[in-house]
């Protein structure tokens, strides 16, 4: 992500990006699966929306998800699985540190403070009143 984001559309590539990249870390911080995801017709949106979104999505990548995934590096991965597998090791120094990590994630995603572009509900029926206005003047 070091190239100059300029256009609404590289912003929503960029957030696509980091959702990806972040998937499977807001599910084992217990997310549904999806709960982090690039609203249905998010390019009706104006640039404002769309540069929250990104500002909050790429805030969330650098500290908390970037804490996450250093401390996935203090293991191998085959070790992770074994220990997310079997019971016995919650109590380890690494699988608090990842659980308090994941907490602090899934708090911050789950946060009323978010963005209006994460809010799904509220989101949607902006893009579906954009849609219709957009259809109407056509």
Avoid: H
């Avoid at 070091?2 to 084992?28: H, P, Y």
């Avoid at 979104?53 to 790429?58: C, E, I, S």
């Avoid at 995603?109 to 509900?121: C, L, T």
């Amino acid at each position: 992500m070091k190239q100059a984001i300029r256009s609404k559309q590289d912003m929503i590539s960029a957030i696509g990006i980091f959702l990806t990249e972040m998937e499977t870390e807001c599910v084992g911080a217990g997310l549904k699966p999806n709960q982090m995801s690039l609203p249905e017709g998010c390019l009706f949106l104006d640039m404002n929306d769309v540069r929250d979104g990104f500002k909050w999505v790429k805030a969330i990548y650098i500290d908390e998800f970037e804490e996450i995934v250093q401390v996935r590096r203090l293991l191998t991965p085959n070790l992770w699985t074994r220990y997310e597998e079997w019971d016995d090791f919650q109590d380890l120094r690494e699988m608090q540190m990842l659980t308090d990590a994941r907490e602090r994630l899934r708090k911050i995603i789950n946060s009323n403070d978010r963005p209006a572009f994460f809010k799904k509900g509220k989101i949607c029926a902006k893009i579906k009143k954009l849609q219709r206005a957009k259809e109407a003047a056509a």
